[in-house]
């Protein structure tokens, strides 16, 4: 499996595709917002020959979901995201966007196309993602675990040495806590720990070094 990460918007979301020989892919967390994020995207996805399958979003803060209605009205692909965050997240990304400094009353936010759950299994080309649902940063986060490369794709759940916040609506500290205790922390310590904001990391980095991760005694 191939991953491209892209930089974008005001707050540097890392959006990434996902792809493999059959040209099947998947964007996670389309953040762009301006006409050269965008055209940077298209024009990746044009080259190489990609077919987008997914579009998905680790969760529904504005950052993370910036680029949706551009991608799937550019792409022809569905947005996926997890129904937890659908009210009392997503149909607010405007006053979201407001509270950031993000002027994103132009951008078009679609209805989700469909709602994954904790288990659920995204195929596209040779790859699956597993699905793990990890509330704490906001409701209807999740992660995005490839056994086959030993990846994951947390979004704002774990930083390099840190985590995300967890004092915006819907965050809930002791939710974070016991998502990275129950579902990332029991990965193998090589996994490669893509974040949403941030430079990549593993398990055993974080479990060494991450003041916030959970520590068996």
Known sequence: MQIQVFQNNPLQVNTYILYDKTREAVIIDPGMSTDSEKKAIAKFIKCNDLKVK????????????????????????????????????YSHCVAYGVAFGI?????????????????????????????????????????????????????????????????????????????????????PDSTIIFPGHGPTTTVEHEKNCNPYFYRES
């Not at 579009?55 to 569905?78: E, M, N």
């Not at 679609?110 to 793990?132: M, N, R, S, W, Y």
Request: glycine share 10%; aromatic share 8%.
């Open 103 to 187: 002027d994103c009353e132009k951008e078009d936010f679609p209805q989700p196309d469909h709602f994954v759950a904790d288990g659920d299994e995204i195929c596209f080309g040779d790859e699956t993602l597993t699905v793990l649902e990890t509330p704490g940063h906001c409701a209807g986060s999740i992660c995005l675990y490839h056994h086959a490369s030993g990846s994951v794709f947390v979004g704002d759940l774990v930083f390099r040495d840190s985590v995300g916040r967890s004092d915006l609506p819907t965050g809930d500290m002791q939710q974070l806590a016991d998502s990275i205790q129950n579902k990332i922390h029991p990965l």
């Open 54 to 89: 997914y579009i998905i979003a680790t969760h529904p803060h504005i950052d993370h979901v910036l680029g949706a209605g551009f991608s799937v009205k550019a792409f022809g692909a569905p947005l996926w995201m997890h129904e937890g965050g659908l009210q009392r997240v």
